[in-house]
């Protein structure tokens, strides 16, 4: 429940929804992690550690520029 003070009537209280869902996040985040399927990403290349695209650092100049100050 949030903010049920501005309710215009009454709010019934839900844990078990509230249950369910949070046992759903975490099956989905644990059955994840177990299975490796959080590394299948499209940042990295498949199997490495990798980035497909190297980071740059920007500039000054550059973020200036990029922000639209003169």
């Known amino acids: 429940m949030v903010n049920p003070q ?4 009454r709010v019934a209280p839900t844990p078990l ?5 949070m046992l759903k ?7 994840s992690r ?3 399927t ?10 490495t550690d990798e980035p497909i ?3 740059q650092m920007l500039t000054a ?4 520029a990029l922000r639209g100050a003169p």
Request: no cysteine.
């Open 34 to 36: 177990l299975g490796g």
């Open 6 to 9: 501005s309710a215009s009537d």
């Open 61 to 64: 100049a550059q973020r200036q």
């Open 17 to 21: 929804p509230m249950l369910l869902a």
């Open 38 to 47: 959080y590394r299948q990403n499209p940042f990295f290349k498949a199997g």
């Open 53 to 55: 695209v190297p980071p």
């Open 25 to 31: 996040i975490v099956r989905n985040v644990g059955g």
